[in-house]
């Protein structure tokens, strides 16, 4: 009977993925070294760079030298515009941590998550240079440009696969550990420019007809952002997504770290590592338990 192989599945969510860091220091502690990882998004970059040998206290290191000035530099706009950054710099970021290493000379079976915006359906890449499989996996639709790999267009894998269970799998795990770091929609707290009561008597359209959102308080009725619908529509449908691949594809442990009541930042991660850690220290028995029992 062959060693059970325990495949590590890290979801997307933004800065939230600082918690994957916690979790794989914990896992490390405990001298849990996974065969398989697969990640969507930020959990395609975090599990990338483990794969590729960088240790979970340089992975710390790393998110504590983010800064606002850092991120805004992976944002600057790029022409032809069929996204507001080139994406370059996240390339450039991943090759100074890693250097060009490639999918397949990983010590760890590794899978980065996209979607194929011309079929609507996930991809995994397992070949190429890391660097590429996470530019191409942290492809947000509007915010980074599409990336050309083998002939299919890619965007964030988070638009299809979120949180890759069924691609751990895929890739050989025997025992799946899942993270979910996805904001819950009810924890975004939806804001833009007020309404005026004056206005809504002047236009005639909207008397008595309250807000959901403002509980039935007309003043605190405002105009939305495009952004933040934009942010909130992406909210809703990565975690419906989510939350339904989970009722096809269980994972055998499921961490999601609590956030509250400060969540994690780009220019401050140290609340979403420690969120890891704890609920991964949570999970441990299970965990152990599964590896012991298989």
């Known amino acids: 009977m062959g060693k059970t192989k325990i495949g590590l599945a890290l979801g997307s969510g933004g800065a939230r993925g600082s918690a994957h860091v916690g979790v794989l220091r914990v896992l490390e502690e405990n001298h849990i070294r996974p065969d398989v990882i697969t990640g969507t998004s930020m959990g395609a970059q975090i599990g990338g760079l483990y794969a590729a040998g960088m240790s979970t206290s340089d992975l710390v290191d790393t998110w504590e030298s983010v800064s606002f000035a850092k991120v805004a530099r992976t944002l600057l706009p790029t022409v032809p515009w069929s996204g507001w950054s080139s994406g370059s710099s ?45 530019r191409a996996s942290l492809s947000v639709p509007g915010l980074f440009t599409p990336v050309w790999i083998d002939g299919h267009l890619l965007i964030d894998g988070g638009v299809t696969n979120p949180l890759p269970v069924n691609t751990a799998r895929q890739l050989g795990a025997d025992v799946v550990v899942a993270v979910d770091v996805l904001v819950p929609p009810q924890e975004v707290h939806v804001s833009g420019i007020p309404i005026p009561d004056y206005h809504e008597r002047i236009l005639g359209i909207v008397k008595g007809m309250g807000s959901p959102l403002s509980k039935g308080n007309s003043s605190s009725r405002f105009y939305h952002s495009v952004f933040g619908v934009l942010f909130q529509m992406s909210t809703i449908f990565q975690k419906r997504i989510s939350d339904l691949s989970l009722q096809v594809d269980q994972p055998d442990v499921l961490i999601r770290p609590d956030f509250s009541p400060n969540p994690p930042c780009y220019s401050n991660a140290g609340s979403g590592i420690k969120a890891g850690e704890q609920a991964a220290r949570r999970a441990l028995p299970k965990i152990l338990k599964l590896l012991r029992s298989e």
């Open 90 to 134: 996240i390339v450039n970021i991943v090759h100074r941590l890693i250097g060009d290493i490639k999918i397949e000379d990983l010590l760890i079976k590794y899978g980065a998550v996209a979607t194929d915006l011309e079929t609507g359906l996930p991809y995994t890449i397992t070949e190429g240079e890391v660097a590429r499989a996470v």
